[in-house]
């Protein structure tokens, strides 16, 4: 992913909020059970998703990319989006994504939905290259894009978490704000919002010393040995005194390194 790409990705997610901001649908990401089995394609849809205290009025609809379903009664609309498979502290989560349409039926809803998808698919393209720690599978390349939102704001004013349906849990944020955030934080230097208009000392980035590279080296293949025994990552990374997405970086950087190195 370059800078370029990824600048040409905040732009369009800032042109859409500036365009839709208003009237654009609220993205909902509804969390299963961990490690859930695979079943068919059909994703339920919760009251809470429709009405606030409205009676069930719909069970289930397919997830194909262009899915809709219109609630008569509350006058709003459903959009399938796709599935994805999330990995937090507590497991690895199956997704099954939801955006729904304020405005029933409306042209500008459906002209929002349609850019959302769009700038989300060419985000997820973009973030393709160097790979997502917290996504373990992805349906296409919006849900990678959406998973990676999730991910990086669960826990921030960005993501709302709603009561429990069952056993799962269930949350909620705007699709071009949250995504506006996220591109933020990822081309920042480390400040949220504050985005890096200028390169480190020496051009690049820098390198990490000898003694960093073999302990960073050394702590990798510590792990794919635990991992053959079955060890659980999050046990892993919590004896190494690390927290899960700073091992995950971690391994990431590793890996970077053998692929310039042709190992």
Not at 46 to 53: A, D, R, V, Y
Not at 62 to 70: F, K, M, P, T, W
Not at 91 to 117: I, M, N, P, Q
């Amino acid at each position: 992913m370059t800078l370029d790409n990824a600048q040409r990705a905040l732009r369009s997610f800032s042109n859409a909020y500036a365009r839709y901001g208003d009237i654009a649908p609220s993205l909902f990401a509804l969390v299963g059970e961990a490690n859930r089995l695979k079943g068919g394609t059909a994703a339920e849809v919760p009251p809470e998703l429709i009405h606030p205290n409205a009676p069930m009025t719909i069970g289930q609809f397919q997830l194909s990319e262009n899915a809709r379903v219109h609630i008569e009664d509350f006058r709003i609309t459903l959009y399938a989006v796709g599935r994805g498979d999330l990995r937090t502290d507590e497991g690895v989560y199956e997704c099954d994504f939801v955006l729904r349409g304020e405005h029933y039926k409306s042209d500008t809803a459906e002209k929002a939905v349609e850019s959302f998808r769009r700038v989300a698919k060419e985000s997820g393209a973009a973030l393709l290259t160097d790979g997502l720690a917290q996504v373990d599978a992805a349906d296409s390349p919006i849900i990678l894009w959406v998973c990676n939102v999730l991910g990086d704001l669960s826990g921030t004013t960005w993501v709302r978490e709603w009561p429990k349906i069952g056993n799962r849990r269930v949350f909620s944020f705007h699709p071009f704000a949250a995504s506006i955030e996220a591109w933020k934080r990822l081309l920042s230097d480390g400040q949220s919002g504050a985005i890096a208009s200028k390169k480190p000392p020496g051009g690049g980035k820098r390198k990490a010393d000898y003694d960093t590279v073999q302990k960073e080296s050394k702590l990798a293949d510590e792990w794919n040995r635990a991992r053959e025994s079955r060890v659980a990552k999050a046990d892993f990374s919590k004896s190494k005194g690390l927290k899960l997405k700073e091992l995950d970086k971690l391994l990431d950087r590793v890996q970077k390194r053998k692929r310039r190195s042709g190992k």
